[in-house]
């Protein structure tokens, strides 16, 4: 390893000298907490197809992908002529656009649970009001989560995304009360963790495929007895696709498991790479996000 290592120093000086210009500026080096790695991160200067290239000219095959976003490439031309012909009309509206309704129409055609949508910037947001949704829709507070499962940087679901250690994601993370974990694939005992809590269980976010867990298949089986306890509970069942949406087929994955979920969450996927979020579901839940005719409460 320590090979490797002075190996790896002696072809990146320029980016260790730009690294630690970028140390001034950034916490720890990096605007995210996964781009850091020993002894420091390479500089990327430019990217084409599957390869970065850093600023000493080093080539990388890529295998994360814009977090795994860019399944096309790296510079794809149908993407960088369709983002060319956009800017030059507009890259900020504000407003209702014609953008917005088109995309919605593909997506509904791939998603057949996308009846209703509502779009935001991240995956961490779609994930964010999904809960928040289901807490709205069912009037309950607690919401049920993967061991080891992320979904985003939302402090209502930080909670055991370092399983098996106990230590949280982050500090300042004040409201995990209302926040339980199961166990992933283990229907028994998630059942059992779920039974106890059935009184205030707003829904479940779930993975079809534990992406920063480990890339672990759930298995059917598990997925359709959560689904299962859910219609019974009067819980909603929230399938997290930001990781799995788009990339095994045109559409999201919980078809082929015969999957009837009541909120989906979709990322910057969508957008090629571009920084966007999903969130879809049924008409009669997304519906509950409508504010229109909605009066002030006193």
Same mark, same amino acid.
């Given at each position: 390893?320590?090979?490797?290592?002075?190996?790896?120093?002696?072809?990146?000086?320029?980016?260790?000298? +730009?690294?630690?210009?970028?140390? @001034?500026?950034?916490?720890?080096?990096?605007?995210?907490?996964?781009?850091?790695?020993?002894?420091?991160?390479?500089?990327?200067?430019?990217?084409?197809?599957?390869? +970065?290239?850093?600023?000493?000219?080093?080539?990388?095959?890529?295998? *994360?992908?814009?977090? *795994?976003?860019?399944?096309?490439?790296?510079?794809?031309?149908?993407?960088?002529?369709?983002?060319?012909?956009?800017?030059? !009309?507009?890259?900020?509206?504000?407003?209702?656009?014609?953008?917005?309704?088109?995309?919605?129409?593909?997506?509904?055609?791939?998603?057949?649970?996308?009846?209703?949508?509502?779009?935001?910037?991240? /995956?961490?947001?779609?994930?964010?009001?999904?809960?928040?949704?289901?807490?709205?829709?069912?009037?309950?507070?607690?919401?049920?989560?993967?061991?080891?499962? *992320?979904?985003?940087?939302?402090?209502? &679901? &930080?909670?055991?995304?370092? *399983?098996?250690?106990?230590?949280?994601?982050?500090? /300042?993370?004040?409201?995990?009360?209302?926040?339980?974990?199961?166990?992933?694939?283990?229907?028994? @005992?998630?059942?059992?963790?779920? @039974?106890?809590?059935?009184?205030?269980?707003?829904?479940?976010?779930?993975?079809?495929?534990?992406?920063?867990?480990?890339?672990?298949?759930?298995?059917?089986?598990?997925?359709?007895?959560?689904?299962?306890?859910? @219609? !019974?509970?009067?819980?909603?069942?929230?399938?997290?696709?930001? %990781?799995?949406?788009?990339?095994?087929?045109?559409?999201? &994955?919980?078809?082929?498991?015969?999957?009837?979920?009541?909120?989906?969450?979709?990322?910057?996927? %969508?957008?090629?790479?571009?920084?966007?979020?999903?969130?879809?579901?049924?008409?009669?839940?997304?519906?509950?996000?409508?504010?229109?005719?909605?009066?002030?409460?006193?």
């Amino acid at each position: 390893m320590t090979d490797y290592i002075l190996e790896y120093k002696k072809k990146t000086k320029g980016s260790a000298k +730009l690294f630690e210009k970028s140390l @001034k500026f950034h916490v720890n080096g990096v605007s995210h907490n996964i781009r850091f790695f020993e002894p420091y991160p390479f500089v990327v200067k430019s990217s084409s197809g599957k390869n +970065l290239v850093d600023i000493d000219n080093n080539k990388y095959t890529d295998y *994360w992908m814009g977090h *795994w976003s860019l399944i096309l490439g790296h510079g794809t031309k149908q993407i960088k002529d369709a983002v060319k012909k956009q800017i030059e !009309k507009s890259w900020m509206y504000g407003t209702v656009n014609e953008q917005t309704i088109k995309l919605s129409e593909l997506i509904s055609k791939a998603v057949p649970v996308a009846e209703k949508i509502r779009y935001v910037t991240s /995956g961490t947001e779609a994930t964010m009001y999904a809960v928040r949704l289901a807490r709205s829709v069912t009037g309950k507070k607690i919401i049920a989560k993967i061991d080891g499962g *992320w979904h985003g940087y939302t402090s209502d &679901l &930080l909670k055991s995304v370092n *399983w098996p250690f106990t230590e949280s994601e982050s500090s /300042g993370v004040i409201n995990e009360e209302k926040i339980i974990s199961i166990p992933f694939n283990d229907l028994e @005992k998630s059942l059992e963790i779920l @039974k106890k809590n059935s009184n205030d269980l707003a829904g479940i976010i779930i993975e079809p495929i534990l992406g920063g867990g480990g890339c672990i298949p759930a298995h059917p089986d598990y997925l359709k007895g959560i689904q299962e306890f859910c @219609k !019974k509970n009067n819980s909603l069942f929230i399938l997290d696709e930001i %990781v799995t949406g788009f990339r095994f087929k045109f559409g999201c &994955l919980y078809p082929t498991m015969n999957l009837d979920p009541d909120i989906v969450t979709l990322g910057k996927i %969508v957008g090629g790479g571009m920084p966007i979020g999903v969130m879809c579901g049924k008409k009669e839940i997304m519906e509950h996000s409508n504010t229109k005719g909605k009066k002030k409460t006193e």
